[in-house]
């Protein structure tokens, strides 16, 4: 018996599920994993942390009482030197712990924790990165609170709610561009005692050749120019205008440069300039050491 069959009745209906990964939720849930394995060793060990708050409150207290006889009109038109070097002691200390950022990696990188990472099934190794900047980035808005808040007990008063704001922005954007240096430089020194050794050589001359502890008119000619180049005084001198003024905006002068005045808009710009081309210049060697 012959019999007709109709493939088209006799065809079953196949339900092809593809299932798309979840790129950018991936890396989130990457980012999050090493960001919290971060703060897990940071609470195992906060003795940087506590480091990183109590030298910044004794350079207040002590940097505060030797020159608080100093001639008026010295630094400025504040006679409290602790209000005058709030400022310098916030944006140091994000400084400070910004350049300390690729030490955690590098530590991962010779103890052979990174390899681990690198041949793991991630969905972007940039992970890596993202959770340093992200960790770094929060311990230093946290140092900051916490120093605004000991120099607000010290006699050097307290912004208003926006200027806590601007100044949480400074720091971020200062922090940010540093982060990205200390990361690039992580990955491309041999180890850790020569990062260690470019963190020394660079932290205090930054820190003198800037406004932190002497406004641009107390210091030569040539220091003046060295200062107004540097990315630290175009974070220190916006906080410090904050603390000065309780009423400003981004058309105020808050530096006078060699070349003209900068306003409080201009150092903001800078300092996301800095930030902008620090995150560039370390683009092809982490695509490099993570490829």
Request: no cysteine; aromatic share 10%.
């Amino acid at each position: 018996m012959k019999t007709d069959m109709n493939w088209q009745q006799l065809a079953l209906p196949i339900v092809v599920t593809e299932t798309t990964p979840n790129f950018l939720g991936e890396i989130i849930q990457e980012t999050l994993a090493l960001t919290r394995r971060l703060f897990i060793q940071l609470q195992r060990r906060p003795s940087s942390l506590v480091a990183g708050i109590i030298q910044p409150v004794m350079w207040l207290v002590l940097f505060g009482a030797l020159f608080q006889n100093a001639p008026k009109g010295l630094f400025g038109t504040t006679t409290n030197y602790s209000q005058f070097l709030a400022a310098g002691v916030i944006v140091f200390t994000a400084f400070a712990g910004a350049l300390n950022a690729g030490l955690p990696v590098m530590f991962d990188r010779e103890f052979g924790f990174l390899n681990r990472l690198l041949v793991a099934p991630l969905a972007s190794r940039f992970s890596i990165v993202f959770a340093s900047t992200i960790f770094i980035i929060s311990q230093s808005l946290l140092q900051a609170a916490i120093i605004v808040g000991a120099a607000a007990f010290l006699g050097a008063g307290l912004p208003n709610a926006v200027g806590l704001s601007a100044i949480a922005l400074i720091v971020f954007l200062l922090a940010l561009g540093v982060t990205a240096i200390s990361l690039g430089l992580a990955f491309a020194l041999p180890g850790h005692i020569e990062l260690i050794a470019v963190i020394f050589v660079t932290n205090l001359p930054l820190l003198f050749a800037s406004t932190a502890l002497a406004p641009l008119s107390f210091m030569p000619s040539w220091l003046q120019v060295i200062a107004t180049l540097n990315p630290l005084s175009y974070a220190i001198e916006p906080i410090r205008y904050l603390y000065l003024h309780s009423n400003w905006g981004l058309n105020d002068v808050v530096m006078q440069a060699f070349w003209g005045d900068v306003s409080f808009g201009g150092a903001l710009l800078v300092l996301l300039g800095f930030a902008m081309v620090a995150l560039i210049s370390i683009q092809p060697q982490l695509r490099r050491t993570l490829a």
